[in-house]
């Protein structure tokens, strides 16, 4: 029979076998380092390197354990499934608003990620995170159909009309998102904000999007947000600062530029819808 599968067992079933690999990844280490590194009491950690010992993964010289090429191979290996679980795990619970359905988008093109939720105790948590990135960031690239909310819109205005050439924000809306923002707020901050160095908005009339999510670039990290339009409220905040995904977004919201039309193009201001 194939042993394959009790040598996994053998390892993931115990956090520490994981851990004593992984602190002799960094370089050689006596029991007390890694006992030390790991929380592993003396004889737990004499069973490990014994096991250890057995499968060839480590060596000793005097009371120095350091790893093998063989060792180093699963060490290696294991932190990259660790890693990649990591990352499934992260993003199962929002892998329905996510746009999977885009040309490259892949699971494979994260290295990290993490996913803010609201929650009972803490509502305004996700709102919170998406005014921090916006006022911690100096450029903002957004392409999309989810509204931002009341106070994301205040701070967004705030920062598009007080900072100048400072921070810089380029957004693709749909037309008709575009008219329910004016419908929300102040007309008139809209277009001074649009007339700003800060703030260019672009419209195009055939974002292959649906409602579910908006996808933005800020200065070092990729945003999705994830909206459910029959509640009415953002669900989730997905980050990654992954460069495949930077890559993958940017090629996206760069062919969808290629194809929108500047505001000036689709409107004036004394052709603008009033509300």
Known sequence: MDPTPDDIEFLVTSDH???????????????????????????????????FEERNWVEREGGTYQLTGLGEFVAERLAEFVDAMT???????????????????????????????????????????????????????????????????ETSFG?????????QCEYIYPPEVFEELLSWGDTETIMNAADSESYTVLLHEDLPI???????????????CCYDHELGRLQALVETTSPDVWTWAE?????????????????????????
């Not at 920062?159 to 921070?167: K, N, V």
């Open 87 to 153: 990352v499934e795990h992260r993003l199962r619970d929002v892998w329905q608003w996510l746009p999977h359905e885009f040309d490259g988008f892949s699971v494979e093109l994260f290295t990290d990620v993490e996913v803010t939720y609201p929650s009972p105790g803490y509502p305004d948590r996700l709102i919170e995170r998406r005014i921090e990135l916006i006022t911690e960031t100096a450029t903002w690239r957004g392409v999309g159909v989810a509204m931002l909310g009341l106070r994301t819109l």
């Open 17 to 51: 076998r994981v851990a004593v690999l992984d602190a002799l990844t960094t370089g050689p280490s006596d029991r007390d380092g890694l006992r030390s590194a790991t929380g592993a009491s003396s004889p737990t950690m004499s069973r490990i390197l014994t096991d």
């Open 251 to 275: 090629s996206c919201y760069e062919r969808f530029r290629a194809e929108a039309r500047p505001l000036g193009d689709v409107y004036e201001r004394d052709s603008l819808p009033s509300f």
């Open 210 to 224: 649906d409602d579910r999510y908006e996808l933005c670039l800020f200065d070092d990290r990729v945003t999705i």
């Open 159 to 167: 920062r598009f009309l007080d900072q100048g050439d400072e921070f």
